[in-house]
Each structure stands twice: as structure tokens, then as C-alpha cells.
């Protein structure tokens, strides 16, 4: 059998290769803190079980779903847009139903990109964005996210002849893996850009429900030109811990989102009805949740961040989403300073390598994990500090 060379451009997906060495380490019988994958501990809001649990017994939502969605999620979606950043949205031609976030990130580059076309796509960043860029012939072109410039791109420092040739700006705010955020002024920045070169944006914003401090972060879409450039993909996985149950979305741009559609109605089948049911309950049904499994996180962040800053380690206090974005100590590369982490300490991180070479120097930390966990590995990190830690290796 031959495999085509498509799929020579493509490195093992991050996260595969973190969870087969913490596996194999299990495996030994060690017990591994993991800091390493954005995945909520904390179940999804019973409402919300109880709900797909009389969907399912239903047998109309046996049947084939429609790849649209049912009616009645996209206009749950436009009305939970509404109602948190007073966005509004056609529901029939602005919104689009989704496997979850992943699948329409993937697929969307095949809508905008054709082969050699450049995509510009920022480092660190969510690997999707460069692997769809990569499998639809594209090419990505990496704008660094650097702590000077509060990891915003500098829109400035891309040269013209690339931005003429760009066809697609991936934005992500709050953003992965650097948990710095973005306001309405830098993504009226970004339309001026998108605007000046013809080109589409993609904000992928999933985290935006999960803020701390009083803090509500924005959609892309508040502003009222950005439905002429772009559309925002959205999840309800971090906001309603559901990631296992792959539901998203797309809105905005109506063009795109009909773009969209055309290319994922021929390879899917839409979300399984009895989970869009579901997922109409939770966008539609008490919200208290939200600020609940935000206080979790809160009093998490706050503890580890304060941990990694006395142990050697350099962090900010993200304001939004569930990830530390370390320093790690001067004399390591991301990927040494993982694996002493792992091979000394039993704690698992995402060296920051992975996100792309802007990443180098930085582990990221998820705080989706127990509380008696996370102390645990606070823990551990204080034991490593006093056994292990030399200054400047
Ligand atoms: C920045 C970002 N975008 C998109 C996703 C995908 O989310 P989902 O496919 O669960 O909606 C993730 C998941 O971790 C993410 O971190």
C-alpha cells in the first residue's frame, strides 16, 4: 500500500505523542501529575445530562441528523450570541453547527486556501491551523506572539508582498497557549489589515466564557465591520465542559459560513441529533455554571501561578482560558525542561516548542485537573525545587 505524500507534511499530532509518554509512564506503575492537556475535570452541568438522556430515548434523533443542524440550534446560538456580547446573527445563513471547533478550523482552510496560497497563522498557536494549511496546499506563514507585545501579531512587521499572497488571518483570543487576551482596538487593527489586503479572518475564540476577575472577554464579531472579513469559531466544550461531546460552531460572514457548509456537508453528516438537543439545553438553560467552574479555576490559577513564579519558573496571571504560559529556567530548551520535569518530578507539561518555534522557553500548564491533584503536583514542584533545581543549569 502506498499513503499519499499529503500526509508525509504532517508531524504526530502534539497531544498524541504527550499522552503515549505519560501513558508509558504509567505503564511502570509511576504516578504522573498531568498538567499537559486543556481538558475540564469538572462534569458537564447535570441539566444538561438529564437532557440528553430523554433526547436519546427519542427515535426521531435516531435517524440521520442534517449537517445544517436542526433550526432550532442555530437559533440557539444566535440567541446565546445575542444575549452575552449583543452580537446579532441570522440563524439561516450565519450560523453553522460543527463537530466541535477542531473540525471547522480543519476544514475551513480547504474553503480559502488554494495550493500555495499563504496562510498567516500564529507561533505559538493551536497546531490545527497550520496542519489544515499544510493539507489544503497551503503555505503557513508564522507570525510570533511575543511577551514584549503582550503575544498580539504585529501586523506591521509582515512584509507586503506576503500579505498580498495571504488569503487567511488566524486570530485566538483568549488565546492557546499563551492565555494572553485581545481587545476590541487590536481586532479593529486586524479588519483594517484584512480589509486592506482581501483577506478572510478566522478568530477561533473558545475560551472566552472561561475569564477571571471580573474580566468578559470579546467576540470578534462585536464590532460591525467584522462580519464583511470573517467569522469567529466558537465551542461549547470549555464553556459547558462537554469536550467529549464535539459540538461547535461557526458564525459570521455569511459567504464563508456557506463556503463551509458546501465542503463539510460532502465528508460529514452533522452532530448526532440527541447531543444538538442537548447542546440547545445548555446554551438556552441556566448560565450559573459559567461563573461556578470559573471560581474553580480561579482559585487554581492562583495557587499554581504562585508556585511556578517561587520555584525558578516565570509566569503571568492569565486574565482568560485555563492555561499557564511559563518561562522556564534559563540553561533549558522547552523540551529538556519537560521531560526533567516528567522524568524527575512524575509532572507532565506541553513544552511550548510544540506550538511552534516562538514557543521555545515556555511550558504551558492546564488547570483542568482535580484540586488534589493540582496540590499534589504543587507538591512536587516544591520538592523538585529544593532537590533538583540548579540556577541557571
Ligand atoms: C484554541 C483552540 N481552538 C479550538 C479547540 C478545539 O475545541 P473543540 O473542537 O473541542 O471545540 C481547542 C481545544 O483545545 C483550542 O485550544
Request: charged content about 20%; some cysteine.
Given at each position: 500500500m502506498k499513503l499519499s505524500?499529503?500526509?508525509?507534511?504532517?508531524?504526530?499530532y502534539l497531544f498524541v505523542e504527550i499522552n503515549r509518554r505519560i501513558a508509558q509512564k504509567r505503564n511502570q506503575g509511576e504516578d504522573v501529575v498531568s498538567?499537559?492537556?486543556?481538558?475540564?475535570d469538572i462534569p458537564t452541568p447535570a441539566h444538561i445530562i438529564e437532557h440528553l438522556c430523554q433526547a436519546a430515548?427519542?427515535?426521531?434523533?435516531?435517524r440521520y441528523p442534517e449537517t445544517a443542524g436542526l433550526p432550532e440550534l442555530c437559533q440557539a446560538i444566535a440567541h446565546w450570541y445575542d444575549k452575552r456580547f449583543g452580537v446579532t446573527l441570522d440563524?439561516?445563513?450565519e450560523v453553522l453547527p460543527l463537530l466541535g471547533s477542531k473540525e471547522g478550523i480543519g476544514h475551513v482552510s480547504f474553503c480559502l486556501l488554494d495550493p500555495g496560497d499563504i496562510a498567516l497563522v500564529?507561533?505559538?498557536?493551536?497546531p490545527v491551523y497550520s496542519m489544515s494549511t499544510l493539507l489544503a496546499g497551503g503555505k503557513p506563514y508564522l507570525l510570533s506572539l511575543t511577551e514584549e507585545n503582550?503575544?498580539?501579531?504585529?501586523?506591521?512587521?509582515?512584509p507586503d508582498e506576503i500579505a498580498r499572497k495571504a488569503r487567511l488571518l488566524w486570530l485566538n483570543y483568549?488565546?492557546?497557549?499563551?492565555g494572553a487576551v485581545a481587545g476590541l482596538e487590536f481586532f479593529q487593527e486586524a479588519v483594517r489589515f484584512a480589509r486592506k489586503y482581501d483577506l478572510a479572518i478566522c478568530h477561533d475564540a473558545p475560551?472566552?466564557?472561561?475569564?477571571?476577575?471580573g474580566y468578559r472577554p470579546p467576540s470578534?464579531?462585536?464590532?460591525?465591520?467584522a462580519k464583511e472579513v470573517g467569522i469567529e469559531f466558537h465551542s461549547l466544550s470549555k464553556t459547558y465542559n462537554m469536550?467529549?461531546?464535539r459540538v461547535g460552531m461557526a458564525v459570521g460572514n455569511a459567504r464563508l459560513i456557506n463556503a463551509l457548509f458546501r465542503f463539510k456537508s460532502n465528508l460529514d453528516s452533522g452532530i448526532p441529533q440527541a447531543i444538538q438537543q442537548a447542546a440547545i439545553k445548555a446554551l438556552?438553560?441556566?448560565?450559573?455554571c459559567i461563573a461556578e467552574h470559573n471560581a474553580i479555576y480561579q482559585r487554581r490559577r492562583d495557587k499554581l501561578v504562585n508556585t511556578i513564579n517561587e520555584v525558578g519558573l516565570r509566569a503571568r496571571l492569565p486574565k482568560a482560558g485555563f492555561y499557564v504560559w511559563a518561562k522556564v529556567p534559563q540553561g533549558y530548551t522547552s523540551l529538556e525542561f519537560t521531560s526533567e520535569l516528567l522524568d524527575k518530578a512524575n509532572i507532565a507539561v506541553t513544552p511550548?516548542?510544540?506550538?511552534?518555534?516562538?514557543?521555545?522557553g515556555y511550558i504551558r500548564l492546564s488547570l483542568t485537573l482535580p484540586d488534589d491533584r493540582l496540590d499534589e503536583g504543587i507538591r512536587r514542584f516544591l520538592r523538585w525545587h529544593t532537590t533538583s533545581y540548579r540556577e541557571g543549569k
Open positions: 505524500h499529503r500526509l508525509d507534511k504532517l508531524p504526530p498538567f499537559a492537556i486543556g481538558d475540564p430515548y427519542d427515535a426521531c434523533n435516531h440563524p439561516g445563513n500564529p507561533d505559538p498557536g493551536y503582550d503575544f498580539l501579531p504585529d501586523f506591521g512587521a509582515i483568549p488565546n492557546n497557549p499563551t475560551y472566552t466564557e472561561v475569564a477571571f476577575d470578534f464579531l462585536q464590532l460591525p465591520e469536550t467529549g461531546w438556552t438553560g441556566p448560565q450559573e511550548g516548542v510544540g506550538y511552534g518555534n516562538a514557543g521555545e
